[in-house]
Every structure is written in structure tokens, then in C-alpha cells.
């Protein structure tokens, strides 16, 4: 396993290193309603496509770049699938915002084995191998221990389109009204990155990619966080919606203010 987190940490800093070598000359075009794609995560994902697969030439790549429709099947039982999201956080880095991020994840199966989070604005990388732990820059990290809510600082995923009045926003004005405070970072893989480093208390998310959080979610677990869907079933990697927290008493008062809004 530490073969696939050494191939897996220089993918991501290789990958790391073209986007911030493409910052200053930024070319982006739409790929949807108010979703944004750069040559930047194009050339990224190249980088990290041949390195992994020079190095693992029998495994499968998932990329979100790939053609529309790509996610395919999971990985059979004992089959390797990376999981990559070359620059996640696409519209901080196209309007200059420093909170972006790589996220590439090993599934075998059903399961994520190795994941790797790089942030090149900071150089921050956080590794993490299941059943081995969680790590930023090779110090061991661990979840903060908040259990709740009113001291917790949370952050939160919407979809790139919001509707009015929708089931989203009531459960961030109940979580904004009972928490510390509620952040919108942009990135998925950083708002778990640093959920596994103590930095944040909770995170929850309505609608992600797999690529988004593959990663991000085994830091968590290894950091010795809870993870969920969004009303506290099972996480699903497949269909990942989730509601992430340091402690179980702290996940169980956000899934009670997320599920159980009042009337308005």
C-alpha cells in the first residue's frame, strides 16, 4: 500500500504544479449552467492519468474530465480504480480565490484504499491508507473531538443552482442559527481535508461527485471522523451525498437540525 500512496502523493503534486503554473494565463469555458472547466483541469488530469497509469498500467482511471456519462461501473472485487479530481474548486481558481485543490482516491471494489489531497496554493498534502491512518506533510492528523453544535465551525456543499425555498437552504439557516458558524469553501475535498485536520468540525453536502470526495471521505474515517449520507444512512460512494463530523455526538445534533427543520 505505501507503493500506491507514493505514486499517488507525486501524481497529485505533479498534477499541483500545472495548475499553478497555468494560474496567471486562465482559459475557461462552460461545460453546463454556471460550471466552469480550464485547460488547466484538462492538462492536470493528463499529468496525473500517466503518471499513475505508467506506474499501474492494469488499473482503471476515472477522471472528472473524462466524456460526460464516463463513471461506468465500480470497480469489481479486487479490480483498482483511480479516482481523480483534477482541480477541485474550479471557480475559486478561475476568479483567483486560493481554495482549490487535487483529490485522487485508490478504490479497490467497493472500497477506497489510499487518497491523496493536494493543495499547491499552500503546498498542503494529506494522505491517508485505510486501516493506517491520516497524515498532512507526514504528521499524523486527528478530528477535533467538537461535540456541539453551538461550538462547532461547520462547512457545507450546495449545488451550483440553488431553487428558492429549497430543503438546502432551510438546513443552513438551522445550522447557521445553532452552530459557531457555516462556511462555503468551494471545494469538497478541502472542506474534508480539513474536517480529518481538526480544522473544521462538520461538513455536509448535497450534491458531490464521486471524484469530489473519494478521497476526502477516507481522511476523515482515518482521522477518526463520523461519515454519513445526509440523514445519517449510510454513505453511499456511488451516490455520495453526505453529512461528515469530528465526533458522533456532534454528527447525530447535525443530522437532527438538517432532517428535522421547522415549519416556516
Not at 460526460?68 to 483567483?96: F, Q, S
Not at 451550483?160 to 429549497?166: F, H, K, L, N, T
Not at 449510510?234 to 421547522?262: C, R, V, W, Y
Request: aromatic content about 6%.
Amino acid at each position: 500500500m505505501s507503493d500506491f500512496i507514493k505514486v499517488c502523493e507525486q501524481a497529485a503534486r505533479a498534477g499541483g504544479d500545472v495548475l499553478l503554473k497555468w494560474q496567471q494565463r486562465i482559459q475557461a469555458r462552460e461545460k453546463g449552467p454556471k460550471d466552469l472547466v480550464t485547460q488547466a483541469d484538462i492538462e492536470s488530469q493528463e499529468v496525473i492519468r500517466g503518471i499513475l497509469l505508467k506506474a499501474f498500467p492494469d488499473h482503471r482511471f476515472l477522471g472528472e474530465e473524462d466524456p460526460h456519462g464516463a463513471v461506468g461501473e465500480p470497480p469489481a472485487k479486487g479490480e483498482y480504480c483511480w479516482v481523480v479530481d483534477p482541480l477541485d474548486g474550479t471557480a475559486n481558481y478561475v476568479h483567483g480565490l486560493q481554495s482549490f485543490a487535487v483529490s485522487i482516491a485508490l478504490r479497490c471494489g467497493g472500497d477506497v484504499v489510499a487518497g491523496t489531497v493536494y493543495d499547491p496554493i499552500r503546498d498542503e498534502c494529506y494522505n491517508a491508507i485505510r486501516g493506517d491512518g491520516a497524515w498532512l506533510n507526514g504528521a499524523a492528523i486527528a478530528v477535533s473531538g467538537c461535540r456541539v453544535l453551538e461550538q462547532a465551525l461547520v462547512a457545507v456543499s450546495f449545488p451550483a443552482s440553488v431553487p428558492r425555498g429549497c430543503e438546502e437552504i432551510a438546513g443552513f439557516i438551522e445550522v447557521l442559527h445553532r452552530s459557531r458558524a457555516v462556511r462555503r469553501l468551494g471545494s469538497a475535498a478541502l472542506n474534508l481535508s480539513y474536517l480529518a485536520a481538526g480544522r473544521l468540525d462538520g461538513y455536509w453536502a448535497s450534491s458531490v461527485k464521486i471524484w469530489d470526495v473519494a478521497a476526502g471521505v477516507l481522511l476523515v474515517q482515518e482521522a477518526g471522523g463520523v461519515v454519513s449520507g445526509p440523514g445519517g444512512g449510510q454513505f453511499d460512494l456511488d451516490a455520495p451525498k453526505l453529512a461528515t463530523a469530528a465526533t458522533s455526538e456532534l454528527h447525530a445534533e447535525m443530522i437532527g437540525a438538517l432532517t428535522n427543520l421547522p415549519e416556516r
